[in-house]
Antibody, heavy 122, light 110 residues
């Protein structure tokens, strides 16, 4: 069974930094493309970015609103996906989900974690 | 303002057929597949339809999708109370080099 478990969400002040993790199991993480998607309270879904598998180049793409502030990385030795959030703003308050990406350059997110909540407030 | 445009709400009586539209541009829906997600309050989004309107295992055949040009739609036939949820469309955008979502449509079963 494929499982994605996010962790690291917290209450943090504007301008602060936070690291999120997504522990995975049940599939070959090394070959998987992965994404982060967030959802502000009461709002819709927003794509943050994705990382290709290392065999496919390991390239990382980001959505414009987070580029330069957020960093996606992966550790294939521990089957873990990471999201580093820097210079946080109140509008970054959201539930953050990690997802598997089935095919290149698509919105095909077959599996989702349960999410981890980040609250940015003074 | 979402890149893909969905009506904020839709409704139908039990047993009826309801459609939810998703409007995009030449950068996204015209050349990339649309994907549909279902989300109940307080829960994780779930993949409902993937490329070419195919259903993942476990999704009833009451759910179907179509896509043409810069538009797509989700149809739910034989509406049931448990279909009351929020539905999102999503696609890759070649210009933005990323995934774009619709704003979501909240479906009410009357």
């Amino acid at each position: 069974e494929i499982q994605l478990v996010e962790s690291g969400g917290a209450f943090i002040n504007p301008g602060g930094s936070l690291g999120l993790s997504c522990s995975t199991s049940g599939f070959t993480f090394t070959d998987a493309w992965m994404s982060w998607v967030r959802q502000a309270p009461g709002k819709g879904l927003e794509w943050i970015g994705r990382v290709k598998s290392k065999p496919d180049g390991g390239t990382i793409d980001y959505a414009a609103p987070v580029k330069g502030r957020f960093t996606i990385s992966r550790d294939d030795s521990t089957n873990t996906l990471f999201l580093q959030l820097d210079n946080l703003k109140t509008e970054d308050t959201a539930m953050y989900y990690c997802t598997t990406v089935v095919t290149a350059n698509s919105a095909w997110f077959s599996h989702w974690g349960q999410g981890t909540l980040v609250t940015v407030s003074s | 303002q979402s890149v893909l445009t969905q009506p904020p709400s839709a409704s139908g009586a039990p047993g009826q057929r309801v459609t939810i539209s998703c409007s995009g541009t030449t950068s996204n829906l015209e050349n990339n597949f649309v994907y549909w997600y279902q989300q109940f309050p307080g829960t994780t989004p779930k993949l409902l339809l993937h490329k070419n309107g195919q259903r993942p295992s476990g999704v009833p055949d009451r759910f179907s999708g179509s896509q043409s040009g810069t538009s797509a739609s989700l149809a739910i036939s034989g509406l049931r109370s448990e279909d009351e949820s929020t539905y999102y469309c999503a696609s890759w955008d070649d210009g933005l080099r990323g995934v774009v979502f619709g704003g979501g449509t909240k479906l009410t079963v009357l």
